[in-house]
């Protein structure tokens, strides 16, 4: 079920008025157990058997958080997290991984002559399994720290899991800030009603008006068939890809925020302007923070983060952006996406401590400063600097999502060569899809004082006026749009 779809629009609609009139009617078991069987019904119009998955993991975490927090004796604590670690991971590696690591040994095994048929899975990729894994995980990881108490019944547990705006593509929640909104009750805000069809409405945009249009108009088109294109229209295609995956994974997100608002529920901000990042590690903060920043807590910092040393930090660094790269997929693509983006991470690291300017880690914190920041604040670049460094990262972010959206390593080498092919007609980029990167990107670098007072605005008026502008959105995207609906990017992952 697409968010931008009429059947998403009239699950949404009819969900929210079970949900409200349950609230109002003081119903709260009957209220979550009504938004869990909405949420199990969202996730099986994929595939209702692997429903089954996220009910396995969702008992046993609810198990193991229930073991960690009935004992004192360490040894037993961490026993029951290996647990947790153990299914979640393994199931995670079993269905996302197994196939990638099969026909990986069947080629080094060819390389020495042997031939081998190992087993295979036929089974296809759970949507979303990379998102509530984390989440579950992260439920027993926190219990353990003693920075989440566990629910009394897996029902809350099941409820957070399986929550339907962020189940399948995120953002990433975690369990101390999520599980006290599910369990308070729900009070109906006009000013949050506002955001949400503000969200929404954005979301929407972003996805129908970019994503969609550069997708079907040029940017399938040109890693179908590259060699149809030439050197300069390939270029464009990556530019635009690079634009289409911002619109549609941060229209997604937009839409999840703007649906959860409506249940008087906040997720967490997903995107901050990524394609103004400066450097590697910047880009990193501002693009899918929730898992970047959820990395960054589980994996990071408890191998040391940077307290061991500069070479076990340079590790840990380079450990941690190389599993965000690999996280997207199970192809040697991404193996090399994660590679390039992580040593990119630690080369500017390294250089940038070698200028007594470095920063330490990955963080969100808007409060944090980098060893070095008070002296460089006094020496601050100029805007000129500035915008040259965000022009060089960004030819940097192009040339790697490469990796990101071609098929394989034959498909990314063929892209290559048609940029390397020194042909520069643009015969084949339409106007249309022109206009539509420009404004794309025009829109991604407008200041947030400009976009703040019509937010507002909108905002603030009445909900009819509001729903009635929402309406005619919806409608006029309807003839926008193409007969055949574009999957969301991450749903894949």
């Not at 690591?101 to 048929?117: I, P």
Request: contains cysteine; hydrophobic residues 50%.
């Amino acid at each position: 079920m697409q968010f931008n779809s009429l059947d998403y629009a009239a699950f949404l609609l009819l969900t929210l008025v079970g949900f409200w009139a349950l609230a109002r009617a003081g119903q709260r078991p009957l209220r979550i157990a009504f938004v869990l069987i909405a949420s199990c019904a969202f996730y099986m119009a994929w595939n209702p058997w692997y429903i089954a998955l996220i009910l396995f993991s969702t008992v046993v975490d609810w198990g193991v958080a229930r073991g960690i927090a009935s004992t004192e004796d360490e040894t037993l604590r961490k026993r029951w997290l290996t647990l947790s670690v153990v299914v979640n991971l393994g199931l995670l590696g079993t269905f996302k991984y197994f196939n990638f690591g099969m026909r990986t040994a069947e080629t080094v095994l060819g390389s020495f002559g042997l031939e081998a048929h190992l087993p295979m899975l036929s089974w296809a990729l759970p949507v979303g399994i990379s998102f509530y894994t984390f989440e579950s995980l992260s439920y027993c990881i926190d219990v353990y720290r003693r920075q989440c108490t566990p629910t009394k019944s897996p029902l809350d547990l099941l409820y957070f899991i399986t929550f339907f705006p962020k189940l399948v593509a995120g953002p990433i929640a975690r369990p101390a800030d999520l599980l006290p909104q599910l369990q308070n009750e729900p009070r109906l805000e006009p000013q949050r009603i506002g955001e949400a069809l503000f969200l929404i409405s954005r979301g929407l945009i972003k996805k129908i008006c970019f994503a969609d249009y550069v997708s079907v108009n040029l940017v399938d088109r040109v890693f179908d068939t590259p060699d149809a294109y030439t050197g300069a229209e390939t270029i464009v295609a990556l530019y635009g890809f690079t634009l289409q995956i911002f619109m549609d994974f941060s229209g997604y997100t937009d839409i999840a925020r703007g649906s959860a608002k409506l249940f008087a529920i906040e997720l967490p901000e997903n995107f901050e302007s990524p394609y103004r990042a400066t450097n590697p590690a910047d880009f990193w903060r501002r693009w899918h923070m929730t898992l970047s920043t959820w990395l960054r807590d589980y994996l990071y910092f408890p191998l040391g983060g940077s307290k061991l040393g500069p070479a076990r930090t340079y590790f840990n660094l380079w450990l941690t952006i190389f599993l965000i790269g690999l996280w997207h997929g199970a192809s040697w693509t991404f193996v090399l996406y994660g590679t390039l983006q992580a040593t990119a991470v630690v080369l500017h690291r390294f250089v940038s401590q070698r200028k007594k300017v470095g920063f330490a880690t990955i963080s969100t914190d808007p409060n944090y400063r980098e060893p070095g920041a008070e002296k460089a604040a006094k020496s601050a670049p100029s805007v000129w600097i500035t915008v040259g460094k965000i022009a060089l990262m960004m030819q940097f972010i192009v040339f790697t999502r490469i990796l990101f959206r071609a098929d394989s390593m034959e498909n990314a080498r063929d892209i290559v060569a048609r940029i390397a092919s020194n042909s520069w007609s643009l015969a084949n980029v339409a106007p249309s899809v022109a206009a539509v990167l420009v404004l794309g990107f025009a829109s991604h670098y407008v200041p947030t004082n400009i976009e703040s007072p019509i937010r507002n605005r909108l905002v603030a008026l009445p909900s009819p006026v509001q729903g009635a502008l929402l309406a005619l959105l919806v409608f006029g995207l309807m003839h926008i749009a193409g007969t055949e609906t574009v999957p969301y990017i991450y749903f894949q992952f």
